[in-house]
T-cell receptor, first 110, second 112 residues
C-alpha cells in the first residue's frame, strides 16, 4: 500500500481558501486518493475521493497531479467548523481498506 | 439515514480485565471495519469484515483481541486481558463495497 506524507499542521484565516497537500509517491495505478477529516472527539468523516481527474463536491475540491504522486485538498472558504485533522489515504477501491497516517491538523483562525 | 452506532461511548477498566465493544453498521453495508486510534495518531485498521467473513485481520493482536460479526450485521470487538497500551479510541466503520467508509463516534477505552 502507498505511504502518504502530509504537513503536521497548518493555519488558515476564516473565509480564505485552505489548501492541504499530500504526497503519495508510491501510489498504485488502481488506487484512488481518499480524503477524510476528523473533528475533535468524533469519528473520521469522508470528504472526497478521486483517481486521475480533479473532483469537486459540496465540501471541497481535489486536485491530483498528472503523475498522481501528490494531491491537494481545497476548502474554498474555510470556516471555524473546518478546524480538524485532515487525512489523505490511497485505497484500491477493491480492497477498500483505509490506512491513515498522522494527517494535517488544520486550524481556522477568526 | 441512521449512522454507525457504537456502545459504550466510554469505558474504564483495570489492566488484565476484559472488555467488549459493540457496533451496529449502516443498514445494507456489507463491509465493516474496526480501527484503533491512540491519542495523537491516525486510526489503525484492526480487522475488516465482508458480510460475516474476515477479509483482513493482519494487524489484530490475536493473543488478546477477538472480533466477530454474527449474521453479517452487528459486530463485537473484545479485549482479554487488557493492557495499559490498549488505552485508545476504538472506531467502527461500515461501507458499501467499494465505496467510502462511514465511521461511528467511537468508544474511548481507558485501562488503569
Amino acid at each position: 500500500d502507498a505511504k502518504t506524507t502530509q504537513p503536521p499542521s497548518m493555519d488558515c484565516a476564516e473565509g480564505r481558501a485552505a489548501n492541504l497537500p499530500c504526497n503519495h509517491s508510491t501510489i498504485s495505478g488502481n488506487e484512488y486518493v481518499y480524503w477524510y477529516r476528523q473533528i475533535h472527539s468524533q469519528g473520521p468523516q469522508y470528504i472526497i475521493h478521486g483517481l486521475k481527474n480533479n473532483e469537486t463536491n459540496e465540501m471541497a475540491s481535489l486536485i491530483i497531479t498528472e503523475d498522481r504522486k501528490s494531491s491537494t485538498l481545497i476548502l474554498p472558504h474555510a470556516t471555524l467548523r473546518d478546524t480538524a485533522v485532515y487525512y489523505c489515504t490511497p485505497d484500491s477501491n477493491t480492497g477498500n481498506q483505509f490506512y491513515f497516517g498522522t494527517g494535517t491538523s488544520l486550524t481556522v483562525i477568526p | 439515514e441512521a449512522g454507525v452506532a457504537q456502545s459504550p461511548r466510554y469505558k474504564i477498566i483495570e489492566k488484565r480485565q476484559s472488555v467488549a465493544f459493540w457496533c451496529n453498521p449502516i443498514s445494507g453495508h456489507a463491509t465493516l471495519y474496526w480501527y484503533q486510534q491512540i491519542l495523537g495518531q491516525g486510526p489503525k485498521l484492526l480487522i475488516q469484515f465482508q458480510n460475516n467473513g474476515v477479509v483482513d485481520d493482519s494487524q489484530l493482536p490475536k493473543d488478546r483481541f477477538s472480533a466477530e460479526r454474527l449474521k453479517g450485521v452487528d459486530s463485537t470487538l473484545k479485549i482479554q486481558p487488557a493492557k495499559l497500551e490498549d488505552s485508545a479510541v476504538y472506531l467502527c466503520a461500515s461501507s458499501l463495497k467499494p465505496q467510502k467508509a462511514f465511521f461511528g463516534q467511537g468508544t474511548r477505552l481507558t485501562v488503569v
